[in-house]
């Protein structure tokens, strides 16, 4: 039987948290990991397709909305979610805390739309998992060194994941979504796709790179960089392990990494796609 894991981060997507019934089930699923001992750190999306009515709310104003306007406005997105993970998670009796990037400690570069993590300062977070609160993080977005609120473009919830994982060396970062796990082609489209139970971090980013959209390939990156393994399951996976694609070093035996204060990111960890 696998060992219980320590300290997780896990990603939930916005197919996930859709409606209010969805963010619900959600929480009973943490509340219980909570329960069984182990240390959950939570990052959102935006609910469903919020993002996209942003969007199209920002555009329906302006051709080519301002990217700082853009930014500051598609980033509630993620704070709504948070927020609601958060009341649902202390309806559950379960101590939590929502945050924004910023609060959180999720330090970019400036670049608005697509931008680069520069040094995730994990403290706060830290701080409130000793307190035995569950953070729960709005993926997504991060504030520059002069105070911008700046995203990380499409996909940047796997990347705030998996970012977060490496800093606080978490025991692996699980990332939920709509489909169960890593496959050859789109199953939607190719019945006959396969899943794969295993990739290495390198297989991994080679399909990410090459279309595979279930994982972006900053957060292999940054788990790569940690080697922490990352986990790519369906939302309502019983044993995401089981049910999942594992993504992780060749040579894995399921350690810990070493834990951090604040992680400052080389030039080569991450580029992010807008």
């Keep these: 039987m696998e060992r ?19 963010i619900r089930a959600v929480a009973a699923r ?16 935006a609910m469903g397709r919020s993002t996209d009515g942003l969007i199209a709310l920002a ?3 302006h051709p080519a909305p301002p990217g700082r306007e853009l930014d500051l406005l598609l980033a509630t997105g993620e704070i709504v979610s948070a927020s609601l993970m958060a009341i649902a998670l202390h309806r559950e009796g379960v101590a939590a805390e ?3 990037g910023a609060q959180a400690g999720l330090i970019t570069d400036g670049t608005y739309g697509g931008a680069r993590i520069v040094a995730f300062n994990t403290a706060r977070i830290r701080a409130l998992l000793a307190r035995g609160a569950v953070p729960v993080v709005a993926g997504f977005q991060g504030m520059s060194a002069s105070g911008e609120v700046t995203t990380l473009g499409r996909g940047g919830s796997d990347t705030t994941a998996a970012a977060l994982a490496a800093a606080l060396g978490a025991d692996r970062c699980e990332i939920y979504t ?15 796709s396969l899943r794969f139970s295993y990739l290495t971090y390198e297989e991994a980013l080679r399909l990410a790179e090459n279309g595979a959209k279930v994982i972006h390939p900053d957060a292999v990156r940054w788990a790569q960089s940690a080697e922490i393994p990352l986990v790519v399951a369906k939302n ?4 995401a392990l089981a049910e999942g ?22 030039e080569n960890v991450a580029s992010t796609r807008s």
């Design 245 to 266: 694609t594992l993504i992780a070093s060749a040579d894995f035996r399921g350690l810990p990494a070493a834990e951090h204060d604040l992680t400052i990111i080389p």
């Design 30 to 45: 943490v509340a219980r990991t909570v329960r069984e001992g182990t240390e959950v750190v939570l990052v959102v999306s």
């Design 59 to 61: 555009s329906s104003l």
């Design 98 to 100: 929502a945050l924004t």
């Design 178 to 192: 709509d489909v169960d796990g890593v496959y050859s082609a789109d199953p939607r489209r190719d019945p006959a």
């Design 4 to 22: 219980i894991p320590r300290r997780v981060v896990q990603k939930y997507g916005g197919s996930s948290l859709a409606t209010v019934e969805a």
């Design 236 to 239: 309502d996976a019983s044993d």
